[in-house]
């Protein structure tokens, strides 16, 4: 493959025309799915109200529960602005956000982990920023 995306794209092999293909009818990498049963409204009833509100006061008195009441514990941002994408350069985030997806399946393949996308604007992106309010998940990967 070429080193910038003009030649890429002009270069598409079988591989790269399957890639479009799959990307498209799949509309993505990923997704997010629940892990419990929801049969009805008494699984609903306990996974959101009025149940919910159980975990929601053992955080308040106890923070720490939120790694054993949450998926906080098993998930990671992939957080990029998309200015160095593999060797594609600054393509942006929108752009970007395919390989972020497919940075996700690896983290889920091969740790298990659920791993969640966040791309960013044209901000420039620093550790301190990803963290500052942030409470979904435990840890951060940023990413170029």
């Known amino acids: ?9 002009e270069s598409l092999t079988g591989l790269g ?14 997704q997010t799915a ?18 919910v509100a159980e975990p929601c006061r053992a955080i308040v008195n106890e923070p720490e529960a939120v790694f054993s009441f949450t998926n906080r514990a098993n998930t990671v941002a992939i957080v990029s602005d998309g200015s160095r994408v593999l060797g594609l350069g600054d393509i942006g985030p929108e752009a970007g956000l395919p390989v972020m997806e497919g940075k996700a399946l690896l983290f889920k393949l091969f740790g298990g982990i659920d791993a969640i996308p966040a791309e960013r604007g044209p901000t420039k992106i620093t550790r301190k920023r990803v963290k500052k309010g942030n409470c979904s998940w435990r840890r951060d990967w940023l990413d170029d």
Not at 34 to 51: C, E, I, N, S
């Open 34 to 51: 629940p892990k419990v049963p929801l049969r009805g409204a008494q699984d609903l009833a306990v996974w959101y109200t009025p149940g």
């Open 1 to 9: 493959m070429g080193d910038t995306m003009a030649e890429s794209s």
């Open 17 to 30: 025309k399957r890639a479009l293909e799959l990307h498209a009818r799949y509309r993505g990498k990923i």
